[in-house]
């Protein structure tokens, strides 16, 4: 996805899979709702009314899997730091509509796919300065904006004693030599 600065990092395989996944096992839950509710009548004159009934039951579970798979996938999108827990769920889900033939089986492995790519996704890291969830190239709550000229950068302060200095951002103790902050990456001021 783009925006406006460039990329927003989220596990775009795991997002499309689980969607697509999503889709096809709510296509196949409503049209085993619809046949079902067609032939009912015709299993019943069999003396198979509750077998029909049965199924028709499970397609509405299928119908809400389905539902919570694709807005799981949206989830997965939307917001990033939630991406292992709803994988996890994608893939519970995935697997239980996979017993019953969920969107056609390919639909419950699809979405079985996205879920594991949710699990193991890492979000790649920032750049230095740059909050998580923003996009890149877009300056964070606090930054200037356009035309404005940028803050000077703050200081950094000699530890006793150490030889290292302490960064002016998140206050850790840096390294002598180093040219950045081994916590927050901000660059050392000379180095």
Not at 82 to 111: D, E, K
């Amino acid at each position: 996805m783009q925006s406006r600065g460039g990329p927003v990092d989220y596990p775009r395989g795991a997002h499309i899979l689980s969607l697509i996944g999503g889709i096809l096992i709510l296509i196949d839950a409503i049209v085993v709702l619809i046949a079902f509710a067609v032939l009912g009548t015709a299993l019943a004159s069999f003396g198979l009314g509750a077998f029909g009934a049965i199924i028709i039951a499970l397609a509405g579970i299928g119908v809400v899997f389905a539902l919570l798979i694709i807005f799981g996938a949206l989830r997965i999108k939307s917001q990033p730091t939630s991406a292992h827990t709803w994988g996890i769920v994608i893939i519970l889900l995935a697997l239980i509509s996979f017993l019953g033939g969920g969107g056609f089986y390919i639909g419950s492995i699809l979405a079985l796919i996205g879920g594991i790519l949710a699990v193991v996704w890492k979000p790649t890291a920032p750049a230095p300065g740059q909050p998580y969830g923003q996009p890149y190239g877009q300056p964070g709550m606090g930054a200037p904006g356009p035309g404005m000229p940028p803050p000077p950068p703050p200081s950094m302060t000699p530890m006793a004693g150490a030889g290292g200095v302490t960064c002016a951002y998140c206050g850790t103790a840096i390294p002598a030599g180093s040219k950045f902050c081994p916590k927050c990456g901000a660059a050392v001021p000379g180095a």
